[in-house]
């Protein structure tokens, strides 16, 4: 299994609702990340998780809550978001190999706020 | 710090060649490139790392001059299944985990 799984695909919410974007890979890596992605700009960087702690945190608004239950998966709790939120989340895992930590991102949840 | 990334955008036809440029102010430890087609997640092509190294994946193939903090991406014989936005993505340190901070981006068309 050399992939990286995102729930659900879209997601379109309203500014009061709570609701969470959930990722899992069974690929043995430890190192778990969120990021968030605009159209036609890169990906940002928003959370780091290594073997299940939180090990960065890029100055992202408390609507978004990360969590790692376990080494396989990530979850990240939405509350209270505004439209500007509204973008494609990926979510990805690494490894160390071969020439370094390579990093493989899952489809992405597409999210809508209105 | 982002990654300046340059050209923004290329149009090849089949069989042309490219080259695309990803240069940082700061010491990196690695450069990373990655693939995205239009509504699908980026895909991991290659790793560099400190110490200068080439590498090569198919046609696609890499730099990374370590002195220049420059990486180039090298497309040879380019096909269809090419097109999509190239992403540099630089890392200063490593500790078990990346923090990659990815370049604008290089849309590139190859067109029949």
């Known amino acids: 299994d050399t992939e990286v799984t995102q729930t659900p695909k879209h997601l379109v919410m309203g500014m009061t609702n709570k609701k969470s974007l959930k990722c899992e890979q069974h690929m043995g890596h430890r190192a778990m990340y969120w990021y968030k992605q605009k159209a036609k700009k890169p990906p940002e960087l928003m959370f780091v998780?290594?073997?299940?702690?939180?090990?960065i945190n890029e100055s992202v608004p408390s609507r978004f809550s990360p969590e790692c239950p376990n080494s396989s998966l990530l979850n990240l709790h939405l509350h209270a978001l505004q439209p500007e939120d509204s973008a494609l989340y990926l979510c990805?895992?690494?490894?160390?190999?071969?020439?370094?930590?390579?990093?493989?991102f899952g489809p992405g949840t597409r999210l809508t706020v209105t | 710090q982002q990654p300046v990334q340059s050209p923004q955008a290329v149009i090849l036809r089949e069989g042309e060649d490219a080259v695309i440029n990803c240069s940082s102010s700061k010491a990196l430890y690695s450069v990373h490139w990655y693939r995205q087609k239009h509504g699908e997640a980026p895909v991991f092509l290659m790793i560099?790392?400190?110490?200068?190294e080439q590498k090569g994946h198919e046609k696609i193939s890499a730099s990374f001059n370590e002195k220049k903090q420059q990486s180039s991406l090298y497309l040879t014989a380019s096909q269809l299944s090419y097109s999509g936005t190239y992403f540099c993505?630089?890392?200063?340190?490593?500790?078990?985990?990346?923090?990659?901070?990815f370049g604008i981006g290089t849309k590139l068309q190859v067109i029949p």
């Open positions: 993505g630089t890392e200063m340190d490593s500790g078990g985990y990346q923090k990659v901070t």
């Open positions: 560099l790392l400190k110490g200068g």
């Open positions: 990805a895992s690494s490894h160390r190999g071969q020439g370094g930590y390579e990093q493989y």
């Open positions: 998780y290594s073997y299940e702690k939180l090990s």
